[in-house]
Nanobody, 120 residues
Framework: QVQLVESGGGLVRTGGSLRLSCTSSSGTLDPYAIGWFQQAPGKEREEVSCISSSTGSTYYTNSVKGRFTISRDNAKNTVYLQMNSLKPEDTAVYYC?????????????WGQGTQVTVSS
């Protein structure tokens, strides 16, 4: 089980961009699919994107397709979420999580998350 650390959040205006990073302080991310999740105030946590470990195949929820790009750099032990054309409804705390496959459930503990705030 790896400990995940998210970073890269911040305050941006509508239409702006951010790049979130997910890394581990306690082991390699290579064997795992990694999902990015968002939790807006008063709402449940929901997955926005996932990248597999073996093929690098990706998944996006409809609301972020064409705006967000997930990628991984195994040499840097990091998974990124490039967020472009940000909207106020993207405002949330973003978390990454480990999976064995993108279609499977998450396992392990959650990190502290990184806050993304998009002003109108």
């Amino acid at each position: 089980q790896v400990q995940l650390v998210e970073s890269g959040g911040g305050l941006v205006r509508t239409g702006g961009s951010l790049r979130l990073s997910c890394t581990s302080s306690s082991g390699t991310l290579d064997p795992y699919a990694i999902g990015w999740f968002q939790q807006a105030p008063g709402k449940e946590r929901e997955e926005v994107s996932c990248i597999s470990s073996s093929t690098g195949s990706t998944y996006y929820t409809n609301s972020v397709k064409g705006r967000f790009t997930i990628s991984r750099d195994n040499a840097k032990n990091t998974v990124y979420l490039q967020m472009n054309s940000l909207k106020p409804e993207d405002t949330a705390v973003y978390y990454c999580a480990t999976k064995w496959e993108c279609s499977w459930s998450t396992f392990g503990s959650w990190g502290q998350g990184t806050q993304v705030t998009v002003s109108s």
